[in-house]
């Protein structure tokens, strides 16, 4: 029978995720490997990950992929989502409705990472909003988009968390499983037609992660075709998938219907020795421990034929004996039969069919749209960490120690204008310092939501980048405009709206300067330790050829302060403070400062454009 994809749609389950037909999707993998190469001190060796996995799963289906730890799941999920697509280790073929994977279809997958990427400070509502905003298709309005995420709200039971955060390492939050719950929503909110979820039950209670799995048969049962990864169910759990693929060290052990499973094993001599749940005998048997399980006679005769007591343990034979017999038994008695079934054509209109590899679609908004989005996104997001009452008290417990160190201080001597510009430079320098160490943190952080996020093109790159390096740009305002009042009123510096305005504006461009280099460090490396590190061998440095400490540079280094933007705006503090009252202050001529505002803007602009560059460098874990 040849369907379409409103055919599919007609036979909806419980849930109403979708305002629009579902595309169904037909997923079949043929003889899939996967190899990494690993590269040692003296030698490069090459290590096997999947060996030839074979199987497919329809719109409506579940398919769960099993098996003990280290056997290749996320691996065998990761290659079926396309996320191992630009990987030259991967062999075999993986097909959506006989199509390879194209470009086009990101738009139709969700994939739920095991750890969930999400934002600790946005509440429920707010993160699947934005999520909605960003995802959904232009056609729709912002009232049906914001409609369209609370609706999720209610069909994944989020109702009475919507306006908790969700909570992270520092900050509580949802519970466990009203965050997996998001993150499936954060999927499924774009009425995916394949979902991939890995591991969405791993540290839930069973009653928790048994509704996890109804709800996914409930997705499913709504026309999508839905891959888990799945470490050990519970008997309840384990009779809710349709199919199960069951991998041994990178093997295919079984893959079929689950309800057939036990039978399979049952038909090759493995039995249950003790009533247990079969997801546990199955791990038994997948990890070779065959303790509590029949030993099939194959197996027998090979220990007493005499195989060497080093393959076998107390007469039973070893895990690898075990685990090649399994092997051999999949491939004798069932692999052909399954790949002969791939074969079979895909009951659905060409139309249909074809539709997975249909030009990419428009982003769901505009770049402007996705830059607001994101701009807000990223207000919320970081409110907390500029004005927590540490940082107020920071910023104003050290602008009060610095008022009361240099309380009034007199400029009418020379040794009292060297003290004052000793605080221009202390200025200059705890400004230039803050941002650079608060802005590195930001893209390593953010690293796991904006590899998840941009592979699901969920927005521009430029979009991303230009919201991320405003959005601090309004909460930066307001600390230094306080610090600087405390400091100015009880250090007795020059006063009046022009010289303050122009103290703030640069006291600003060092901050922004500042963060650029650090967005710029941050990007390039992408790694939280190595970033402090060369920032603060970085930040002394410029701080030091700063020309407050060292007068008399040698020539050879004397360029590094040229890049200093404590130089430019200790010598920019000096201009604002004494113009017009002295032509020469610690050596600098009193001018206009028009130099150093130039070379601070150039650093505005030249870091973050170094930052963006790198993060453009950046390779996507799904290598997109
Ligand atoms: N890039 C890589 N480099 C080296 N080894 C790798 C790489 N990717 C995967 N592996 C190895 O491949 C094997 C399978 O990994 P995978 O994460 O797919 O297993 P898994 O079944 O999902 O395990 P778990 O249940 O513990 O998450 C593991 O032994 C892992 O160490």
Same mark, same amino acid.
Request: glycine share 8%.
């Given at each position: 029978?040849?369907?379409?994809?409103?055919?599919?749609?007609?036979?909806?389950?419980?849930?109403?995720?979708?305002?629009?037909?579902?595309?169904?999707?037909?997923?079949?993998?043929?003889?899939?490997?996967?190899?990494?190469?690993?590269?040692?001190?003296?030698?490069?060796?090459?290590?096997?990950?999947?060996?030839?996995?074979?199987?497919? !799963?329809? *719109?409506?289906?579940?398919?769960?992929?099993?098996? *003990?730890?280290?056997?290749?799941?996320?691996?065998?999920?990761?290659?079926?989502?396309?996320?191992?697509?630009?990987?030259?280790?991967?062999?075999?073929?993986?097909?959506?409705?006989?199509?390879?994977?194209?470009?086009?279809?990101?738009? %139709?997958?969700?994939?739920?990472?095991?750890?969930?990427?999400?934002?600790?400070?946005? &509440?429920?509502?707010?993160?699947?909003?934005?999520?909605?905003?960003?995802?959904?298709?232009?056609?729709?309005?912002?009232?049906?988009?914001?409609?369209?995420?609370?609706?999720?709200?209610?069909?994944?039971?989020?109702?009475?968390?919507?306006? &908790?955060?969700?909570?992270?390492?520092?900050?509580?939050?949802? +519970?466990?499983?009203?965050?997996? %719950?998001?993150?499936?929503?954060?999927?499924?909110?774009?009425?995916? +037609?394949?979902?991939?979820?890995?591991?969405?039950?791993?540290?839930?209670?069973? &009653?928790?992660?048994?509704?996890?799995?109804? $709800?996914?048969?409930? /997705?499913?049962?709504?026309?999508?075709? !839905?891959?888990?990864?799945?470490?050990?169910?519970?008997?309840?759990?384990?009779?809710?998938?349709?199919?199960? !693929?069951?991998?041994?060290?990178?093997?295919?052990?079984?893959?079929?219907?689950?309800?057939?499973?036990?039978?399979?094993?049952? +038909?090759?001599?493995?039995?249950?020795?003790?009533?247990?749940? *079969?997801?546990?005998?199955?791990?038994?048997?997948?990890?070779?421990?065959?303790?509590?399980?029949?030993?099939? +006679?194959?197996?027998?005769?090979?220990?007493?034929?005499?195989?060497?007591?080093?393959?076998?343990?107390?007469?039973?034979?070893?895990?690898?004996?075990?685990?090649?017999?399994?092997?051999?038994?999949?491939?004798? %008695?069932?692999?052909?039969?399954?790949?002969?079934?791939?074969?079979?054509?895909?009951?659905?209109?060409?139309?249909?069919?074809?539709?997975?590899?249909?030009?990419?679609?428009?982003?769901?908004?505009?770049?402007?749209?996705?830059?607001?989005?994101?701009?807000?996104?990223?207000?919320?997001?970081?409110?907390?960490?500029?004005?927590?009452?540490?940082?107020?008290?920071?910023?104003? =417990?050290?602008?009060? /120690?610095?008022?009361?160190?240099?309380?009034?201080?007199?400029?009418?001597?020379?040794?009292?204008?060297?003290?004052?510009?000793?605080?221009?430079?202390?200025?200059?320098?705890?400004?230039?310092?803050?941002?650079?160490?608060?802005?590195?943190?930001?893209?390593?952080?953010?690293?796991?939501?904006?590899?998840?996020?941009?592979?699901?093109?969920?927005?521009?790159? =430029?979009?991303?980048?230009?919201?991320?390096?405003?959005?601090?740009?309004?909460?930066?305002? /307001?600390?230094?405009?306080?610090?600087?009042?405390?400091?100015?009123?009880?250090?007795?510096?020059? $006063?009046?709206?022009?010289?303050?305005?122009?103290?703030?504006?640069?006291?600003?461009?060092?901050?922004?300067?500042?963060?650029?280099?650090?967005?710029?460090?941050?990007?390039?490396?992408?790694?939280?330790?190595?970033?402090?590190?060369?920032?603060?061998?970085?930040? $002394?440095?410029?701080?030091?050829?700063?020309?407050?400490?060292?007068?008399?540079?040698?020539?050879?280094?004397?360029?590094?302060?040229?890049?200093?933007?404590?130089?430019?705006?200790?010598?920019?503090?000096?201009?604002?403070?004494?113009?017009?009252? $002295?032509?020469?202050?610690?050596?600098? %001529?009193?001018?206009?400062?028009?130099?150093?505002?130039?070379?601070?803007?150039?650093?505005?602009?030249?870091?973050?454009?170094?930052?963006?560059?790198?993060?453009?460098?950046?390779?996507?874990?799904?290598?997109?």
């Amino acid at each position: 029978m040849v369907c379409a994809a409103e055919d599919i749609e007609a036979g909806t389950g419980k849930l109403k995720f979708q305002t629009e037909p579902t595309l169904p999707i037909y997923l079949k993998f043929s003889d899939v490997t996967y190899k990494v190469v690993m590269k040692g001190m003296t030698s490069t060796q090459e290590k096997d990950i999947l060996n030839g996995i074979t199987g497919c !799963v329809n *719109p409506g289906e579940v398919l769960a992929l099993m098996g *003990p730890s280290g056997s290749g799941k996320t691996t065998l999920l990761n290659l079926l989502g396309g996320r191992l697509n630009q990987s030259n280790n991967r062999g075999g073929s993986v097909t959506y409705n006989d199509q390879p994977y194209s470009k086009s279809l990101k738009s %139709r997958i969700g994939f739920v990472t095991q750890d969930d990427v999400l934002f600790p400070h946005l &509440t429920v509502r707010e993160t699947l909003t934005y999520a909605a905003l960003l995802r959904l298709p232009r056609s729709l309005t912002r009232e049906e988009k914001t409609k369209r995420a609370i609706d999720v709200i209610q069909e994944l039971g989020l109702e009475r968390c919507q306006d &908790t955060i969700i909570g992270g390492s520092f900050v509580r939050g949802v +519970s466990g499983g009203e965050r997996k %719950r998001v993150s499936i929503g954060n999927e499924i909110i774009i009425n995916p +037609s394949l979902l991939f979820l890995d591991e969405p039950t791993s540290g839930l209670d069973s &009653t928790t992660a048994l509704r996890i799995v109804q $709800m996914l048969q409930e /997705i499913a049962e709504a026309g999508k075709t !839905v891959v888990t990864t799945i470490h050990q169910p519970s008997s309840r759990l384990f009779h809710k998938f349709d199919k199960l !693929v069951l991998l041994g060290k990178g093997s295919l052990l079984y893959f079929g219907k689950a309800s057939e499973v036990m039978a399979y094993f049952s +038909s090759i001599g493995c039995n249950p020795l003790l009533a247990m749940n *079969p997801a546990e005998f199955l791990l038994d048997l997948a990890n070779g421990n065959i303790n509590d399980v029949s030993v099939p +006679s194959e197996l027998e005769d090979k220990v007493h034929v005499g195989i060497g007591e080093a393959e076998t343990r107390n007469g039973k034979p070893t895990p690898a004996i075990v685990h090649e017999y399994l092997v051999e038994a999949y491939e004798t %008695r069932v692999a052909k039969r399954e790949k002969k079934k791939l074969l079979a054509p895909i009951p659905l209109d060409e139309e249909v069919k074809l539709k997975v590899s249909s030009p990419k679609r428009l982003w769901g908004a505009t770049w402007w749209e996705q830059y607001t989005i994101l701009f807000c996104r990223g207000i919320k997001e970081r409110r907390h960490d500029y004005f927590s009452w540490l940082r107020i008290t920071q910023v104003v =417990s050290t602008a009060a /120690i610095l008022g009361l160190l240099w309380w009034q201080s007199d400029t009418s001597s020379p040794k009292g204008l060297q003290d004052q510009a000793g605080l221009l430079f202390f200025i200059a320098v705890f400004w230039g310092f803050f941002p650079v160490f608060t802005a590195i943190f930001t893209f390593p952080q953010e690293r796991a939501v904006l590899s998840k996020e941009r592979s699901a093109d969920m927005y521009r790159l =430029s979009a991303y980048f230009m919201a991320r390096t405003t959005s601090d740009l309004p909460l930066d305002l /307001i600390l230094p405009v306080l610090f600087l009042l405390v400091v100015y009123f009880m250090a007795g510096l020059k $006063m009046g709206p022009a010289p303050f305005f122009l103290t703030m504006i640069t006291v600003f461009l060092c901050i922004v300067a500042a963060q650029g280099l650090g967005l710029a460090i941050g990007a390039s490396l992408m790694d939280l330790k190595k970033a402090t590190t060369l920032a603060s061998v970085t930040v $002394m440095t410029f701080m030091l050829a700063g020309g407050f400490f060292v007068n008399r540079i040698p020539v050879f280094i004397s360029w590094i302060r040229y890049m200093s933007f404590n130089y430019h705006t200790y010598k920019l503090l000096l201009k604002v403070q004494y113009e017009h009252r $002295m032509p020469v202050v610690g050596g600098t %001529r009193i001018d206009s400062g028009l130099e150093e505002v130039c070379a601070l803007v150039a650093m505005v602009f030249g870091y973050r454009i170094l930052a963006y560059i790198s993060l453009r460098m950046m390779k996507l874990q799904s290598g997109a």
